[in-house]
C-alpha cells in the first residue's frame, strides 16, 4: 500500500486506507463476520458513535477472499483525508479563487490569466492503454462472471436483498459522447445481473430513456473501490453535462488515469479495485427492493432497469469498498457536510445574498437545508426559496430555512434558537408545492408534495414588521403541566419536550405512540391552546428517544401543505405517520433497524476493541 504525505490525493483506494491506518484513523476487525446483517450491524453502531467513531477494515468476511472497507469517509478528519487536504474549507478557497477571475483588464491581469489556464487543461483524464491498468489484472467474462464471490453487504432485515452500496457508474450520452458517472444502488439478483435503481431525476436515467428512444442497448460500466475523490465525486450535485471526473481531477491537482473497458465502450478509473461491465436492455425491468435507504426507512419494492454483467475485472486481492446507508447520523452524512462546504461557493454565484448553508444530518440532504443570508431588498428571502426550489438538486429540499448575517447555521441549536428568537407567525412561513425526492414518503403521490420556507430574517423597510417590535409571548409552560393536561385525551403521549425554554416562540414536541388516525393532528391542534405553546409538533417515538432523532422523524414525515394548520399567531403540525383514514393510500414505511442480539454483538467487537 502506497503511503501519502497530508495534502496529497490518494491514486487509489488502497494508499487512502493504508494512510488511515497510519494516522489511527482506521482499526482492523479480524472476527469472521457475514457481510449478510452482521458486518452492517458493527458499521451501523461505529457510524453513531460520537465524531463518526472509525473506518473499519474487515479482514474475514464469512464466505469470501476480500476484505471490506467500510466507514472510510466518516468523519470531519478522514473526508478531509479523502480529499487530499488538510481542511475541507481548502477546497471550497481553490474554487472560490477560480469564480473570483473576471474578465482581465489590461495585460499583466490577462498574462496571469493565460498563466493559469494550463492548469485546467492538464486536470483532463489521462488515458492509458487498455489492458495495462491495475484494474484489469484478472479478467472474468461470460460463464466466469459471478456476482455473488464479491461480499456484498445485506444492509437490514428486510432488504430484498444483498446491493452495492458504493458504485461508480459510468454511462455514455448518445448523442454528445460525453461519459457521466453517478451513484446509483446494484441490487445484486444473481450471478450475473443487478437491478440499476437510478431515480427518474437523475442524470442517468434521463441518458437512459435517450437510449431507449433509439432501441439500443446501454453500455454501462460499474467501479467499485475507487480513489476516494472519484468515489465522492461520483455524488457531486453537478449540473448536466459537467464532468465528475474533471472535479476530480481538480480536487486531486492531477488528472485521473481512465482506461477503456475490455468488452463496452466506456472508460474507467485504473486504479479501481473492481469493475463490472455490461449493458441496461432498452425495456426490462425487475422489481427491485424494498431497500432500507439513507432516509431511515424502506424505500418500496418498485421495477428498475436489469443490469446484464458481461465480464468483471478486478486488481489482485481486491479490496470490497462500502457503506451503510440509514438512520442517522451516518458515513454519508459527512460526505454531505463535506459537499455542503465544496460547493457552498457555487450557490453565491447565483444567489449572491447567500453567506453560508448548512444541511443538518437530521434533514438527510434533501428534508432540511439552512442558509445564512444578507439581505438588500424586500421579500429577498422569498425570493431565494423559490429560485432554490427550482434549481438542480436544491429544488428537491422540502424545508428552506433562511436566517440573517449573524447567525450560524452550521451550529444547528444556534439556528433554531435563532429562528424561534425572531420568527413572525405566521407571516414568516411560506407554503407550496413542488417536486421531491424519489425516497421521500410524505407526500400523497410520489415525487412532488409540500413545501415549507422559513423565513426568519429581520424585515427591511418595505417588508411586513419593519419597525416594529416583535409580537410578545407567553413563557412556555412546563413540560409535566402541559403533560398533565393533554394526557388524559391522549394517553399514548409520552412526553412534551421542549428544547428551549427561554426563546421568544416556544416550540414543543409531542411524543406520541398514535394510536388511531388522525391522533397526531388532534393532539397538536390541543396543544396550542395551551398558554405559552406556540409551535406544536406531534411526533411518533419514546420518551428515551434523543431531540435528534425525533427531529428526523418529523422533517422526514411532514407535508407542509397537509399537516400544518395555523391558527392566529400558533402553529400545529402533523409529524406523525399517516394512514389511509388520512388521504394517505400509499404504504408508510417502516424504520430500519437491526434485530437486538445483533445490535448487542456488534456491541460486544466494537467493545474488545475499545471502540464504544
Not at 379 to 399: D, E, I, P
Not at 514 to 533: D, T
Amino acid at each position: 500500500m502506497e503511503l501519502h504525505t497530508p495534502m496529497s490525493a490518494f491514486s487509489d483506494l488502497r494508499g487512502f486506507a493504508a494512510a488511515l491506518e497510519a494516522a489511527g484513523e482506521l482499526v482492523r476487525i479480524p472476527d469472521p463476520l457475514s457481510p449478510h446483517l452482521e458486518i452492517p450491524a458493527v458499521a451501523d453502531r461505529m457510524m453513531k458513535t460520537p465524531g463518526g467513531g472509525k473506518a473499519l477494515w474487515f479482514e474475514r468476511p464469512q464466505g469470501h477472499d476480500m476484505p471490506v472497507l467500510v466507514n472510510a469517509f466518516g468523519s470531519r478528519r478522514r473526508m478531509a483525508l479523502a480529499l487530499g487536504v488538510d481542511d475541507v474549507e481548502q477546497v471550497a478557497d481553490r474554487i472560490r479563487r477560480w469564480l473570483s477571475v473576471g474578465p482581465p483588464r489590461g495585460l499583466a491581469e490577462t498574462l496571469r490569466l493565460a498563466a493559469r489556464l494550463p492548469e485546467l487543461r492538464g486536470l483532463r483524464p489521462k488515458r492509458i492503454r487498455k489492458g495495462t491498468a491495475p484494474c484489469q489484472e484478472v479478467v472474468h467474462r461470460g460463464e466466469a462472471v459471478d456476482l455473488t464471490r464479491l461480499p456484498v453487504l445485506t444492509c437490514w432485515p428486510d432488504d430484498g436483498g444483498p446491493f452495492v452500496t458504493f458504485p461508480c457508474v459510468f454511462t455514455r450520452d448518445p448523442k454528445t459522447g460525453r461519459q457521466n458517472v453517478g451513484m446509483y444502488r446494484l441490487q445484486v439478483f444473481d450471478r450475473n445481473t443487478t437491478g440499476m435503481h437510478w431515480h427518474i431525476h437523475k442524470d442517468a436515467s434521463r441518458l437512459y430513456h435517450a437510449h431507449r428512444k433509439q432501441g439500443r442497448p446501454m453500455p454501462v460500466a460499474v467501479a467499485i473501490g475507487t480513489d476516494p475523490v472519484v468515489t465522492y465525486c461520483a455524488t457531486a450535485p453537478l449540473p448536466p453535462g459537467m464532468d465528475e471526473i474533471l472535479l476530480a481531477g481538480f480536487i486531486r491537482k492531477r488528472p485521473v488515469e481512465m482506461v477503456p473497458c475490455l468488452t463496452v465502450d466506456l472508460e474507467v478509473p485504473a486504479t479501481a479495485e473492481i469493475v463490472l461491465e455490461g449493458y441496461v436492455a432498452p425495456d426490462e425491468t425487475r422489481i427491485e427492493g424494498p431497500f432500507g435507504d439513507h432516509t431511515g426507512y424502506y424505500s418500496p419494492a418498485e421495477p428498475y432497469p436489469v443490469f446484464h454483467v458481461t465480464a468483471v475485472t478486478h486488481r489482485r486481492n481486491p479490496v470490497y469498498f462500502a457503506t451503510v446507508v440509514g438512520v442517522p447520523p451516518m458515513e454519508d452524512a459527512w460526505m454531505g457536510w463535506a459537499t455542503e462546504r465544496v460547493f457552498a461557493p457555487l450557490l453565491s454565484t447565483q444567489w449572491p445574498e447567500v453567506l453560508d448553508m448548512h444541511l443538518p444530518a437530521e434533514g438527510v440532504f434533501h428534508n432540511l437545508a439552512l442558509f445564512r443570508i444578507e439581505k438588500h431588498f424586500p421579500m429577498q428571502a422569498r425570493r431565494l426559496f423559490q429560485g432554490l426550489w427550482g434549481a438542480g438538486q436544491m429544488s428537491f429540499t422540502k424545508v428552506l430555512v433562511a436566517l440573517d448575517a449573524d447567525v450560524d447555521v452550521t451550529d444547528p441549536q444556534a439556528a433554531t434558537r435563532a429562528v424561534l428568537d425572531r420568527l413572525r407567525l405566521p407571516e414568516g412561513l411560506v407554503v407550496t408545492e413542488g417536486v421531491l425526492d424519489a425516497l421521500d414518503h410524505s407526500g400523497i403521490r410520489p415525487l412532488w408534495g409540500g413545501k415549507l420556507g422559513v423565513d426568519a430574517t429581520r424585515p427591511l423597510p418595505g417588508e411586513p414588521g419593519h419597525g416594529e417590535s416583535l409580537p410578545t409571548t407567553e413563557p412556555a409552560p412546563p413540560e409535566t403541566q402541559l403533560l398533565e393536561r393533554l394526557r388524559p385525551r391522549f394517553p399514548g403521549l409520552g412526553a412534551c419536550r421542549i428544547p428551549f425554554s427561554d426563546t421568544r416562540v416556544t416550540l414543543v414536541l409531542l411524543v406520541l405512540d398514535k394510536g388511531r388516525p388522525g391522533e397526531g393532528k388532534e393532539l397538536a391542534a390541543a396543544a396550542i391552546e395551551h398558554p405559552g405553546v406556540d409551535v406544536a409538533v406531534a411526533v411518533e417515538g419514546t420518551p428515551a428517544d434523543p431531540l435528534s432523532r425525533l427531529a428526523w422523524r418529523a422533517l422526514a414525515s411532514i407535508d407542509p401543505v397537509r399537516d400544518l394548520v395555523v391558527r392566529g399567531t400558533k402553529v400545529a403540525v402533523d409529524a406523525t405517520s399517516k394512514a389511509p383514514q388520512e388521504g394517505y393510500d400509499r404504504e408508510w414505511p417502516a424504520e430500519v433497524a437491526h434485530p437486538p442480539e445483533l445490535v448487542a454483538r456488534a456491541e460486544e467487537i466494537l467493545r474488545a476493541r475499545g471502540l464504544v
